[in-house]
């Protein structure tokens, strides 16, 4: 199962499983990072669980600082 889909660039799919092994975690957010210093504008339509459970090593990388402007592309909501 593809987890985040960029074939129909820049629409990004991204289905989020219920459940993320911690051996997947690092990859999944490589492939997330990948397209954030693309540093392009794209679409991100997610679908799925809103946080997988039993995830932990997931749950703790995707709340990394480094991601922490990505809804605003960077830019302050003001």
Same mark, same amino acid.
Request: proline share 6%; net charge neutral.
């Given at each position: 199962m593809t987890i985040i889909d /960029?074939? /129909?660039w820049p629409v @990004? $799919?991204?289905t989020m499983p219920a459940v993320i092994p911690g051996e997947e975690a690092d990859e999944l957010l490589g492939a997330f990072d990948a397209l954030l210093t +693309? &540093?392009? $504008? #794209? @679409?991100?339509?997610f679908d799925g669980v809103e946080r997988p459970e039993q995830s932990s090593r997931f749950n703790r990388l995707y709340k990394g600082p480094h991601r922490a402007? #990505?809804?605003? &592309?960077? $830019?302050?909501? +003001?």
């Amino acid at each position: 199962m593809t987890i985040i889909d /960029a074939s /129909a660039w820049p629409v @990004v $799919r991204w289905t989020m499983p219920a459940v993320i092994p911690g051996e997947e975690a690092d990859e999944l957010l490589g492939a997330f990072d990948a397209l954030l210093t +693309r &540093g392009e $504008r #794209f @679409v991100l339509i997610f679908d799925g669980v809103e946080r997988p459970e039993q995830s932990s090593r997931f749950n703790r990388l995707y709340k990394g600082p480094h991601r922490a402007g #990505f809804a605003t &592309g960077g $830019r302050s909501s +003001r």
